[in-house]
């Protein structure tokens, strides 16, 4: 991947909580690329590690119960040894972050408006009323009905479409050229999702953004992303293009969530794929490749040692010993 194009580059990262009684190893040994312009989407099981590693972007884990390691670099900066101050002016004028729900993540007691308008003033020497009407334009670019009135309310007044579309605004507010979207669907129903879907993928290429999109939904992915990278206990095991990931996937859990999943050509009555087995302990990992126990390819040696990534095309790799053996279509 071309480096002068990379706008997000994650090195080696590891995530470990130490607030239990033992430490959780949540993310291990991320490297992932993210170019300007470009939608990457995380995708894997719950507990996989994709929203640790979004948050550690913005640095959000309480640092007294956590330890994050590695290099993550956004534009000229590394993010790990960013001071206090420095961090705050980064959070929302170089990155920001839509959250899975907006009702948690607005501010009750103030009306979204003002929230909107507090964010733009925080990064900008303009007058409030510039900021309000900014606020104002953002309500009408993520096409939020009324949007002048819509402005005064407060987030429990409006519907959960509605909350979500005004969660991008306020993360759009201070213009970053890098979105995080941590699962921005899941807490809304079929319609509502896809109209949502649609407007980020509209906003992030009128606004040339870097996004990186967290979901455990495969076709929300495939909607919106260029490129996928497939996580399992901590650890990505597969990326590459959106295309090529549908079409020969090469590890066997991208394999496996590609089976799960019903589709047009699936008949009515057919039972699905399911992947057996549980994700490994986070506190306890094993030594060799974490998919080997729920794997149908898996041999010893799969159990003793940690393979290695392997780069299959200059945009494609996967983390696995039997990569030659799922050359077949799924």
């Known amino acids: 991947m071309n480096d002068e194009k990379t706008f997000l580059d994650i090195r080696d990262l590891t995530v470990t909580f130490t607030g239990g009684r033992k430490p959780v190893r949540a993310v291990s040994g ?15 099981e719950s507990g996989s590690g994709k929203s640790v590693t979004l948050r550690s972007i913005l640095r959000l884990h309480n640092p007294s119960h956590s330890v994050l390691e590695g290099q993550i670099l ?28 907006p009702l948690l993540a607005l501010d009750p007691v103030y009306t979204v408006g003002e929230q909107i308008t507090e964010a733009i003033l925080r990064h900008e020497n303009i007058s409030k009323e510039q900021a309000r009407a900014r606020a104002l334009t953002l309500f009408e670019r993520v096409r939020i009905p009324s949007p002048e009135r819509r402005l005064d309310a407060y987030p429990h007044e409006m519907s959960g479409g509605m909350r979500q579309r005004a969660m991008i605004s306020l993360a759009l507010a ?15 129903d079929a319609t509502v999702q896809i109209q949502i879907l649609l407007l980020l993928r509209e906003l992030q290429r009128e606004l040339g953004l870097s996004v990186v999109f967290v979901t455990h939904d495969i076709g929300a992915a495939v909607e919106v992303a260029d490129r996928i990278a497939v996580m399992y206990a901590g650890r990505i095991v597969e990326q590459g293009t959106t295309r090529t990931l549908m079409r020969s996937p090469r ?7 590609l089976k799960s999943l019903a589709h047009g050509s699936v008949k009515k009555g057919t039972r699905l794929e399911t992947i057996s087995g549980a994700p ?13 126990e729920r794997c149908g390819l898996a041999t010893d040696d799969c159990r003793k040692a940690l393979p290695e990534t392997i780069w299959l095309t200059e945009d494609h790799s996967a983390r696995c010993f039997r990569v ?5 279509p799924v």
């Open 30 to 44: 991320v490297n992932l690329k993210v170019k300007r312009g470009e939608v990457v989407a995380l995708i894997g």
């Open 74 to 101: 956004v534009g000229d900066q590394d993010v790990v040894k960013l001071s206090d101050s420095e961090l705050s002016a980064f959070r929302g004028k170089v990155a920001s972050m839509i959250f899975q729900e």
């Open 174 to 188: 201070s213009q970053p050229q890098l979105l995080l979207a941590d699962e921005p669907t899941t807490a809304l």
């Open 251 to 257: 590890h066997p859990y991208t394999r496996a969530l």
């Open 280 to 292: 490994p302990d986070l506190s306890n990992l094993p030594p060799g490749c974490v998919f080997a």
């Open 324 to 328: 030659d053996q799922t050359l077949q």
